[in-house]
């Protein structure tokens, strides 16, 4: 049974990885943009999603790590001389994790929507500092970003080259969503899904449920502080709006689009909102509305999201019950 | 004759939830490798004194000595990992895992296997062979794959006693295990709580007289929050108060 899934998902895994080494072949350039970005969005919604879809914690504050991941890049190339690509990722990814630590620790007793509440007041006060701490944050007006080269030692990537950025991105970015799908089979991965279906129990197991929803929130954090940083490379810009509650809902909607029963469901999500939100803001500056409607009618017709649609297609095409796609039905909230 | 090691000593405990007191001092104690089993009527607070010794809920007063240690008042999780376990009165499983996961989830807890972010249990030693050896103990090694949900009540019944097996606990604290069952299916518990809790202490909550007198070698009746008795199966039956508050009836 496992040893079938891992194959299925090696093919899939493959097949996508190839697909993303052929995208600046075939595609313009102004294509290969937006799938360097669907790409950090598709982490930043498998953050979110490995609380709200694994975990059953429904935030509104993912952004206060997006954000401060997309400011702290900022701040320490404006400010390290010489820093590395991967030192500013490194240093923003560090930051978010000793954010995640300190307000993981403060909300770990709550759940449901007093979690909901607090992180939404969290975010809130994120957003605050962001705005007034001029001399740091550079308020409203923000802080541009300078993309160093990456140093290989015997060559120099040119990281202002589309192409040479695309590839660093699915590379780098793609490993650290490898590593989310391989967290979802490990022995932390499993624990989170066991708490999410019976808490009660899991405590009589010797499990203490607090601290594994804190590790659960301080890495989900450090992961959307590593999509931040590299969202403020991508743009070259950090702004208020990478902190604002907005973004957290944008990862809401990819997760929720894409569906939060499985793992590829915010991958899904995340390229659909970016694409359509591209596709619509060519004919109207009113695309959140429609953005808006396609949301509403996806949870009330089709709340397991795209993957969760695809999955009740195959399954009734192979004649098979939902019952005993057991594997394939872990991650869901239901 | 010899005295056998105390495992629990339960002093003078009281609970009263906003003004209804539903304990009003129990003491009893459980020896080592005793079958000990609380009978009473519904309602005498039999499930508050397992939640009160597993530290689901704190006391109002009294201590709760374990393995000659105070730990009134200890959660759960610090109690299961010093060696007790409980089932439940209701079946309280992960309805849409696999059994084999429901039952490597305490394997691995005991192991320490708990928030590890880079091993997979399958990969760790040991791990999935005690997970099998518990599945074949309760006789769930056919249904090992399927989701706890597609399993039959009595099968589910079974199920709950393996995870609580699962943790390799000293003491074990079963809170009806045989409710609902048929008395086929109860012959069947019987005869497995028997083989699997050879050699550690079982403390019981059983209405099913048959089932307490086959089991137990110590019966504590717990009556209207106090304990009427503890004793000897022989005895408590022909004890006159015990007779006449409970087992009178019969």
Redesign the interface.
């Known amino acids: 049974?496992?040893k079938k899934q891992y194959t299925n998902f090696g093919i899939w895994g493959i097949f996508i990885l190839l697909m993303g080494f052929v995208v600046p072949v075939f595609f313009p350039a102004y294509r290969v943009i937006l799938v360097t970005e669907a790409i950090i969005f598709s982490l930043f919604a498998i953050s979110y999603n490995l609380l709200l879809g694994y975990a059953g914690l429904l935030s509104f504050g993912h952004a206060m790590f997006f954000g401060t991941g997309a400011y702290v890049t900022a701040i320490a190339l404006g400010h390290i001389e010489g820093l590395p690509i991967l030192g500013a990722v490194f240093i923003a990814i560090l930051a978010t994790t000793a954010t995640g630590f300190i307000i993981g620790s403060l909300l770990l007793r709550h759940k449901g929507s007093y979690f909901a509440l607090l992180t939404l007041a969290f975010n809130a006060l994120f957003y605050v500092i962001a705005t007034k701490w001029h001399s740091i944050t550079g308020g409203d007006d923000g802080l541009s970003v300078t993309r160093p080269d990456l140093s290989l030692g015997f060559t120099t990537l040119n990281m202002s080259d589309i192409t040479t950025f695309y590839y660093f991105t699915l590379i780098i970015v793609g490993l650290a969503i490898l590593f989310c799908w391989y967290?979802t089979?490990?022995?932390?991965g499993?624990?989170v899904?066991?708490i999410r279906?019976?808490e009660?129990?899991?405590?009589?197991?010797?499990?203490?449920?607090n601290?594994?929803r804190l590790?659960l929130f301080t890495?989900t954090g450090a992961l959307a502080g590593f999509a931040g940083s590299f969202y403020a490379l991508f743009f070259q810009f950090t702004s208020i709006t990478a902190i604002s509650i907005d973004m957290g809902t944008a990862a809401l909607l990819m997760a929720f689009i894409g569906g939060t029963g499985t793992f590829i469901g915010p991958i899904l999500g995340a390229f659909v909102y970016i694409f359509l939100q591209d596709f619509l803001s060519d004919f109207t500056d009113r695309w959140p509305l429609i953005m808006g409607l396609i949301f509403i009618l996806m949870v009330l017709y089709i709340p397991g999201g795209l993957s969760g649609l695809f999955l009740s297609i195959k399954e009734r095409l192979s004649g098979r019950r939902a019952?005993t796609g057991?594997t394939e039905?872990?991650g869901?909230n239901r | 004759m010899k005295q056998a090691k105390n495992i629990l000593e339960v002093r003078n405990i009281h609970k009263d939830f906003s003004g209804l007191q539903v304990l009003t001092g129990v003491d009893f104690t459980v020896a080592e490798n005793e079958k000990h089993a609380v009978i009473g009527p519904n309602g005498a607070g039999k499930t508050t004194l397992f939640n009160i010794i597993?530290g689901n809920y704190k006391p109002s007063s009294g201590k709760i000595i374990f393995k000659e240690t105070d730990v009134t008042g200890k959660?759960?999780?610090i109690l299961?990992?010093m060696n007790m376990?409980?089932s439940?009165q209701i079946t309280?499983?992960?309805?849409?895992?696999?059994v084999f996961?429901n039952v490597r989830?305490?394997v691995?807890?005991?192991q320490g296997?708990?928030?590890?972010?880079?091993?997979?249990?399958?990969r760790v030693a040991g791990i999935n062979q005690k997970t099998e050896d518990i599945l074949e103990q309760v006789g769930l090694t056919d249904v090992m794959?399927?989701?706890v949900?597609?399993l039959s009540y009595g099968r589910q019944r079974a199920l709950e006693i393996g995870?609580t097996l699962?943790?390799e606990p000293e003491l074990i604290l079963l809170d009806e295990p045989t409710a609902g069952m048929t008395r086929e299916e109860t012959a069947e518990a019987i005869r497995m709580i028997n083989e699997v809790t050879t050699g550690r202490t079982l403390i019981i909550i059983e209405h099913d007289m048959d089932v307490v007198f086959s089991l137990a070698d110590t019966i504590s009746v717990l009556h209207y929050g106090t304990i009427l008795a503890s004793d000897k199966p022989d005895e408590i039956r022909n004890d006159q108060k015990v007779k006449d508050a409970y087992l009178g009836e019969e």
Not at chain 1, 185 to 188: E, I, Q, R, S, V
């Open positions: 049974m496992d967290f089979k490990t022995a932390m499993r624990t899904l066991l279906e019976n009660e129990r899991m405590k009589f197991l010797g499990y203490n449920t601290i594994s590790y890495f019952a057991q039905t872990e869901q | 597993t959660p759960p999780h299961t990992r376990s409980r439940f309280n499983v992960f309805p849409e895992m696999s996961e989830a305490g691995r807890s005991r296997l708990r928030y590890n972010f880079l091993k997979r249990p399958e794959s399927e989701p949900s597609a995870i699962s943790t």
